[in-house]
């Protein structure tokens, strides 16, 4: 079975510019998590998609934002970028939304804004 | 809310020693534990978890976690480790009763193993 995929591994953008990255999950996973990885703030969570739906949000500003497709595949968009949006994004899926199915993890993206 | 808190961000080991990775959790209702494993240049894999039962959770690995509600604590172990264990864990804390469910993760340890 194949794992969870993201596209692209690696991402370099300007500041002010926008970004889309995507993550296609396991086969038959309807939930989609997204996370931000940094050196100092560790994992934070941005959002859950479950069946097309937003079913958690983290606490991000509005420029994080994110939809899933029927599919369940997901994308994730930052507009606007900041320096500080560098980091590693990394996407989750399992069968349903609740902790008691477990996460499997991309690989990341690695966005950097310069 | 729930938060978990990763006392040591790096921990140095020899190989073929013990090691103890400490987790706290803050929690008012009951939580579900999580220990995860990012080696380098890789996302995340699930090492462990407890849902509920007996408190003494294996994983794999030969890792090993035991919940403590007393202490909320999580702490992870293994008996030897190997030079392949290299790596940053994760610790995570989830509330199912809560309408808002989402797993919060620790800010992770980095496991160092020493020749």
């Known amino acids: 079975k194949a794992g969870v995929t993201q596209t692209p591994r690696y991402l370099i953008k300007t500041r002010g510019q926008q970004v889309t990255l995507s993550c296609s999950p396991i086969?038959?996973?309807?939930?989609v998590s997204w996370y931000q990885q940094t050196p100092g703030q560790g994992l934070q969570f941005l959002f859950e998609?479950?069946?097309?739906?937003?079913?958690n949000k983290g606490n991000f500003p509005g420029r994080f934002s994110g939809r899933q497709f029927s599919n369940s595949r997901s994308e994730m968009n930052v507009s606007t970028l900041e320096l500080g949006d560098s980091a590693l994004y990394l996407c989750?899926?399992?069968?349903?939304?609740?902790?008691?199915?477990?996460?499997?993890f991309g690989p990341g993206t690695r966005l950097t804004v310069t | 809310a729930q938060s978990v808190t990763q006392l040591d961000s790096q921990v140095p080991v020899f190989e073929e020693a013990p090691v103890e990775l400490r987790c706290n959790y803050s929690?008012?209702?009951?939580?579900?534990l999580f220990w995860y494993v990012q080696y380098p240049n890789q996302g995340l894999q699930l090492l462990l978890k407890?849902?509920?039962?007996?408190?003494l959770v294996k994983g794999i690995n030969g890792f090993e976690a035991e919940f403590n509600k007393s202490q909320t604590s999580f702490h992870l172990r293994k008996p030897s480790v190997h030079i392949s264990d290299t790596a940053e864990y994760f610790c995570?804390?989830?509330?199912?009763?809560?309408?808002?469910?989402?797993?919060?993760f620790g800010k992770g340890t980095r496991l160092h193993i020493l020749p």
């Open positions: 998609y479950f069946s097309e739906t937003q079913r």
């Open positions: 995570a804390v989830s509330a199912p009763e809560e309408r808002d469910d989402k797993i919060i």
């Open positions: 086969s038959g996973h309807r939930s």
């Open positions: 407890y849902l509920s039962g007996s408190t």
């Open positions: 929690s008012s209702v009951s939580v579900y």
């Open positions: 989750a899926s399992s069968l349903s939304g609740t902790a008691l199915y477990e996460q499997y």
